[in-house]
């Protein structure tokens, strides 16, 4: 227990420490102050924000402001790179939740392909704000953020008061043509300051197509594209521009400028790119010029992330550290055992060991690809066909989970009664059937742990604005509806963890080389193997194509960047967990509460 006073106390100190640095890096040294704001805009919704106004901004020292937005299946802290960096340069930056994301109200599914964003609420909100310089206001977003920056302008140019001076595209087409006038070339943007990141690799954007609809380009040759050089060419027809213009050179006609960004990156790596944030600094510096003059390339954001990545390690340590000290109470102490055995260590034994390892991988990353190809499961996931799961994407992976832990009880079963029967494999002894008294005391031992897990998260979110997050996977706050909505996928996620869970430690405990740490190595990597391959295997082909894999959409490789380290981390959870409790279950029903709110409180919901 001396040991384990160590892991908590480190936990508690890794997640404080993250807390105060991320905060300090994000006030700019508490030099900027900080708002976690939450509206009700002129079209009767709710809207969530962070807002950054830098201390010596006020009504007789008006600062330039820029809203920026994150894309579709994130929040408001993912612009984190963004808003540091401009925050720091004196603008007043708004950071917001769209409609359906985070903290602001569900998106209805009737505004689904319309303007469901509310980044022109967000415009219009810092238009009346007494410090802020309405001559100079941005838009910026990456993706979907892009998307609903269009959109912003869109309702811009229809306003008797125009409000947006400038635009910054990251990851998004701009709008090339004029569907009300035969989809002829034209400027929508007009003589707004407009710029453009389009990644050489990006999974979705930046393709041109023939009127058939066959693609003819791919998003590393788009800067030769006509809608490229029409683009840069303030709208111009293809056919009638004479001069080529090139990426990377800010254009200007006299009136306003354009400029086209192409760095060498895939389209989620636009959120945590230092060549991306440079570039947006630049176009704002250029644009608007900088309240506080910064070089560019001078970023500390880099800081944030690794503070809060520490703070997540911080997180993970503390759902472990926390539940073992819980053993030493009254309540639960009569879970503490005995570590049992590992399983007989025979040739025999290791060959149904392996062969299940490669059976469950194999099974993982084949159902993965055909879920993603099937149309039924599409609907839902998109959100194109109304059904109680109003997170689509959070249905996509439970579903492929719970598929996964069927698959993983039916190699079990195959496993014991042709092998571990036979051979004196005792799943009683190992805990497979630990009682009903230890299995609900178990669940309860997970309730308590997750609740003060997210409790220290609650706290810092209220003090300091800041979470635990690495790029795309986060532990932040929640309203009380996200328990609602997560009741509808942990049913899922539990088939998957509880079935992993019983499989790791109680029919694939082996001594590999008389170390167990060394299995437990092994089926954390086998846990998280099937997506490694399927992502290596899409970006190779893209890098060496210049397009990702037939038939396999870049939205279902980048949804599986944060479910390798799910894996990977979960497996050894509930092996450090079984250790001390000979309970296969109380690292499995921890893990599906931890995933599930992790999954519901970082995506988009529509209601229908």
């Known amino acids: 227990m001396r040991r384990n006073s160590f892991w908590l106390a480190l936990s508690l100190v890794l997640m404080v420490v993250s807390s105060v640095v991320a905060s300090a890096v994000q006030t700019s040294g508490y030099t900027v102050t900080v708002k976690d704001m939450s509206w009700e805009t002129s079209n009767g919704e709710s809207m969530s924000a962070l807002l950054f106004k830098p201390n010596g901004v006020s009504a007789d020292n008006k600062a330039p402001a820029i809203v920026v937005s994150h894309g579709w299946w994130n929040n408001k802290e993912m612009q984190d790179a963004n808003y540091v960096e401009l925050a720091r340069r004196g603008y007043v930056v708004l950071s917001i939740d769209m409609y359906g994301h985070g903290d602001s109200d569900y998106l209805k599914y009737s505004d689904l392909a319309a303007n469901g964003t509310g980044m022109y609420d967000a415009v219009k909100l810092l238009a009346d704000l ?114 080529t213009r090139e990426a990377n050179t800010i254009y200007d006609d006299g009136g306003s400028i354009r400029v086209v960004y192409t760095p060498a990156q895939t389209h989620p790596w636009g959120t945590i790119s230092a060549q991306t944030v440079s570039d947006q600094l630049a176009f704002w510096q250029e644009a608007f010029g900088a309240p506080t003059a910064i070089d560019s390339g001078s970023q500390v954001w880099q800081w944030k992330e690794l503070f809060t990545t520490l703070g997540l390690i911080g997180f993970m340590i503390f759902l472990l550290a926390f539940a073992r000290a819980l053993l030493t109470t009254r309540a639960f102490a009569g879970l503490k055992v005995d570590q049992p055995a590992a399983v007989a260590n025979t040739r025999a034994g290791l060959g149904w060991f392996w062969g299940a390892m490669v059976v469950s991988a194999l099974f993982s990353g084949v159902s993965y690809v055909l879920l993603s190809q099937a149309p039924w499961i599409q609907g839902i996931a998109f959100n194109v066909v109304p059904t109680i799961f109003t997170q689509g994407a959070v249905f996509f992976i439970a579903f492929w989970a719970a598929i996964n832990g069927v698959a993983s009880i039916a190699i079990m079963a195959i496993s014991y009664f042709l092998f571990g029967r036979r051979n004196g494999l005792k799943v009683r002894e190992l805990g497979l059937l630990p009682g009903w008294t230890k299995f609900f005391q178990g669940i309860g031992l997970g309730v308590v742990t997750v609740a003060a897990a997210y409790g220290i998260v609650f706290f810092f979110q209220w003090l300091l604005n800041t979470d635990f997050r690495w790029w795309v996977v986060a532990v932040k706050d929640f309203g009380a ?96 967990l079984y250790r001390v409790t000979g309970n296969p279950y109380i690292g499995g029903f921890i893990s599906a509460a931890v995933v599930t709110l992790v999954a519901v409180t970082n995506t988009l919901t529509v209601i229908y």
């Not at 838009?139 to 001076?165: E, W």
């Not at 082996?510 to 290596?536: D, H, M, Q, S, Y």
């Open 130 to 243: 007494p410090y802020v310089d309405t001559a100079k206001i941005g838009v910026s977003g990456h993706s979907n953020g892009a998307r609903a920056a269009n959109f912003s302008v869109a309702i811009d140019n229809a306003a008797d008061k125009q409000l947006i001076a400038a635009v910054f595209l990251v990851d998004n087409d701009p709008v090339y043509t004029d569907a009300a006038n035969d989809n002829a070339y034209f400027n929508m943007y007009g003589d707004r300051d407009t710029g453009l990141v389009a990644d050489q690799y990006d999974e979705f954007f930046f393709r041109s197509y023939s009127a058939e609809g066959v693609r003819l380009t791919s998003p590393r040759d788009y800067i030769t594209t006509p809608n490229a050089q029409s683009f840069l060419n303030y709208g111009e027809d293809p056919s009638k521009i004479t001069e």
């Open 481 to 576: 509806d996200k328990l609602w909505i997560a009741l509808l996928y942990v049913p899922f996620f539990l088939l998957y963890f509880l079935a992993n869970s019983v499989a790791i430690n109680v029919f694939n405990r082996f001594t590999l080389r008389g170390k167990e740490w060394l299995n437990t190595a092994v089926l954390a990597l086998v846990n998280a193997l099937a997506p490694i391959v399927l992502v290596v295997a899409q970006y190779v082909t893209f890098f060496i194509t210049g397009e990702p894999i037939p038939g396999f959409g870049g939205i279902f490789s980048i949804w599986l960047f944060p479910v390798i380290l799910i894996l990977a981390a979960t497996a050894v959870l509930s092996r450090k």
